[in-house]
């Protein structure tokens, strides 16, 4: 799994919220959590019991944002 090619050919869906909401209803297959995300563990255990990939990544909200061209942080990335 690689963001940036993610980014490329997939429509980003972003904010935790917006993430939480869709995977909980089974539209999203796989999330990207920025590593000072405040609910890592809602969302691991969200990924978990619906069967989603969830990838950790290194980075900080901050630097999330930068790498999908926002001028805002960006928290979650989920794609469908």
């Known amino acids: 799994m690689n963001l940036a ?4 050919t ?3 869906i972003l904010g935790l919220n917006a993430a939480m909401k869709r995977m909980k209803n089974g539209k999203v297959s796989l999330v990207y959590i920025a590593s000072n995300c405040h609910k890592k563990d809602r969302l691991a255990l969200l990924s978990k019991t619906s069967g989603i990939n969830l990838v950790d990544l290194k980075e900080n909200s901050k630097e999330l944002g930068i790498m999908c061209k926002k ?3 960006v928290s979650v990335i ?3």
């Open 71 to 73: 001028s805002f942080p």
């Open 5 to 8: 090619n993610d980014l490329k």
């Open 10 to 12: 997939k429509k980003p």
């Open 78 to 80: 989920s794609f469908e």
